[in-house]
Nanobody, 120 residues
């Protein structure tokens, strides 16, 4: 089993940057694919970025490609999301998740989420 806790959310102006971190506990963290998802009020949860258990493969939603970077440190049991050039439409609760493969329906463990608010 894996337990996940997100941190790093906050308020930032459009064009600014923010780094989210996810701390994991559990014996098999390094064998899970990890992902970041987000959900804005009144909208469905959506995929943002994913990374394989080895860190060798990453995927991004088209809306964040080129602006966000996902990376992990298995020794420290963390996965992070560096967000640059933030836009108001990035405002949402961001969730860290772990599973055999990246996907809303396939992730097995979820964090509580951290709020990111981007002002105009």
């Amino acid at each position: 089993q894996v337990q996940l806790v997100e941190s790093g959310g906050g308020l930032v102006q459009a064009g600014g940057s923010l780094r989210l971190s996810c701390a994991a506990s559990g014996r098999t963290f390094s064998r899970y694919a990890m992902g970041w998802f987000r959900q804005a009020p009144g909208k469905e949860r959506e995929f943002v970025a994913g990374i394989s258990w080895s860190g060798g493969e990453t995927t991004y939603a088209d809306s964040v490609k080129g602006r966000f970077t996902i990376f992990r440190d298995n020794a420290k049991r963390t996965v992070s999301l560096q967000m640059n050039s933030l836009k108001p439409e990035d405002t949402a609760v961001y969730y860290c998740a772990a599973g055999a493969e990246v996907g809303i329906a396939t992730m097995d463990y979820w964090g509580q989420g951290t709020q990111v608010t981007v002002s105009s």
